[in-house]
């Protein structure tokens, strides 16, 4: 059985930080398009961030230039850092993990993130 866990969520004041971590379950890691994804109450979720196998990145342009994917394959981990954080940035954060060119798709538990003073 997959499984995705995400750990490093929590309450921040505006203008901080957090890092979010994702431990896979997966036997072929390295092949998967990861992603992180968000989720306000009353909001459809979004992506936020996304790292390709080779390493190539995408950005919600809410998010441009303060959150930084990142990925370790050796670890099967994937990371989110977060800085300048915003009140708009308060969701439940999910790691994904998107098959290149199967079908597979897995998602995990979420892990809560909170920005307020």
């Known amino acids: 059985q997959v499984q995705l866990v995400e750990s490093g969520g929590g309450l921040v004041q505006p203008g901080g930080s957090l890092r979010l971590s994702c431990v896979a379950s997966?036997?072929?890691?390295?092949?998967?398009?990861m992603g992180w994804y968000r989720q306000a109450p009353g909001k459809q979720r979004e992506l936020v961030g996304a790292?390709?196998?080779?390493?190539?990145?995408n950005y919600a342009d809410s998010v441009k230039g303060r959150f930084t994917i990142s990925r370790d394959n050796a670890k099967k981990a994937v990371y989110l850092q977060m800085n300048s954080m915003k009140p708009d940035d308060t969701a439940v954060y999910y790691c994904?993990?998107?098959?290149?060119?199967?079908?597979?798709?897995?998602w995990g538990q979420g892990t809560q993130v909170t920005v307020s003073s």
């Open positions: 994904n993990a998107a098959q290149v060119g199967g079908p597979n798709n897995f």
């Open positions: 790292i390709t196998s080779g390493g190539s990145t």
């Open positions: 997966l036997s072929l890691f390295r092949f998967y398009r």
